[in-house]
């Protein structure tokens, strides 16, 4: 016997499915709230940012164009700015507050045990009673957790992340652009047009420049704020690459102590490419996939300087390079020089904002019971009618 044939419903039929569909959603998320599921929040600081934004004003350099969030508290009021990209300094009006970011909470994993390392968690601040605090897991219980030249150690070996990890966690530190070139050619065999570096002929290099000289640690939320400053070590590269027939790019890492990390591509056509410093190794992946990496026993001694060799005709377009942050302790911090060991429950967290965050390293115990947990973020919440508690630093 043949089946009749299943017809498209008419598009009236689609959007009536899609309004029940919503509809639907917001009626769960509410019953979510009441039953304790789900718990609406607000972002009052800055200790997670870039990733999670307090108060804050937009404020765009008019030497490049950079667009940054300054933090409400941190706006200088006699001082100029301090563009984090150009590193110009300039005066302006700053735009209206807008309040801080409103996200849902997830406390269904806390009956799972489903929390992570990288995980951003939502808690009960140990050393500040009433005070929700929003931070990153570093440590997991039963580790021994450590710093060394910015990195994380875990059991006194330092800990590598993962591809999908690195591109969750990386901090944005230039995008090349017309209005701001940090990329200087050797000769005339590269020229920047239509946002992308293009190389025709013999090989020549392009090498990465920062304003400053230097990447630092330093983000441009943090106008006021007293905080040492670090040289960023461990840097990467991601750019779209367009190869013609023959051509080939190089992607180079030289180190202060001579060493040079070097990776070609000469597949024509274009491909997605990272080219990643961090964690003390070297990783290259085309199109999401890691196709070569190198461990290094050692940090780097000194920041790595970034090059690209071309030969043939090549084009680079969406030139980005980002950082991996520099985890440190504080004159402030109450931190042992052996490092600490966590107990069965407890976790090691940090914020995202390093220079300023108060967390795992400043805190008597160092440790964050597991009891005082509230959930995860799930994602930026929308519904302005329902109540929401803030999570400070």
């Known amino acids: 016997m043949q089946h009749p044939l299943r017809t498209k419903p008419p598009a009236a039929y689609g959007w009536l499915r899609t309004i029940v569909v919503v509809a639907i959603a917001l009626l769960a998320s509410e019953s979510f709230v009441v039953l304790g599921i789900v718990k609406p929040l607000r972002i009052e600081g800055s200790s997670m940012a870039p990733t999670l934004l307090g108060p804050h004003v937009k404020v765009v350099c008019p030497h490049c164009d950079h667009r940054f969030a300054v933090a409400a508290d941190q706006v200088p009021e006699f001082r100029p700015y301090v563009c984090p990209d150009c590193r110009e300094k300039f005066h302006a009006t700053p735009t209206e507050v807008k309040l801080g970011q409103r996200m849902w909470v997830n406390r269904i994993c806390l009956a799972t045990g489903d929390i992570g390392r990288w995980d951003v968690v939502v808690f009960r601040c140990p050393e500040r009673a009433g005070t929700l605090c929003i931070k990153r897991v570093l440590g997991l219980p039963g580790e021994h957790v450590d710093f060394s030249s910015g990195d994380l150690l875990i059991n006194g070996q330092v800990l590598r992340k993962s591809l999908k990890e690195q591109m969750r966690l990386r901090q944005l530190v230039h995008r090349e652009r017309e209005e701001l070139a940090a990329w200087h050619a050797d000769d005339d065999g590269w020229h920047f047009a239509d946002n992308a570096w293009q190389h025709g002929g013999e090989a020549t290099r392009l ?187």
């Open 207 to 393: 090498a990465f420049q920062p304003a400053g000289g230097t990447v630092t640690d330093d983000l441009g939320i943090n106008q006021t704020a007293t905080r040492p400053t670090y040289a960023a070590l461990d840097l990467m590269v991601t750019t779209n690459v367009h190869l013609a027939p023959g051509a080939t790019v190089e992607f180079v890492a030289q180190l202060a102590d001579g060493r040079v990390l070097t990776q070609t591509i000469d597949r024509p056509g274009e491909t997605q490419v990272v080219w990643s410093l961090f964690d003390r190794q070297a990783l290259l992946a085309v199109d999401g996939r890691v196709v070569w990496r190198e461990p290094s026993a050692s940090a780097w001694p000194d920041q790595p300087r970034l090059a690209v060799v071309a030969t043939g005709i090549v084009k680079l377009g969406e030139l980005q390079v980002w950082r991996d942050a520099y985890y440190h302790t504080r004159p402030v911090d109450r931190w042992p020089l052996a490092g600490v060991t966590l107990g069965p429950g407890g976790l090691f967290v940090v914020g995202d904002n390093v220079a300023i965050s108060e967390d795992s390293r400043t805190w008597a115990s160092h440790a964050l019971r597991q009891e005082l947990l509230i959930g995860v973020p799930l994602g930026e919440l929308r519904d302005s009618r329902l109540d929401s508690p803030a999570a400070s630093e």
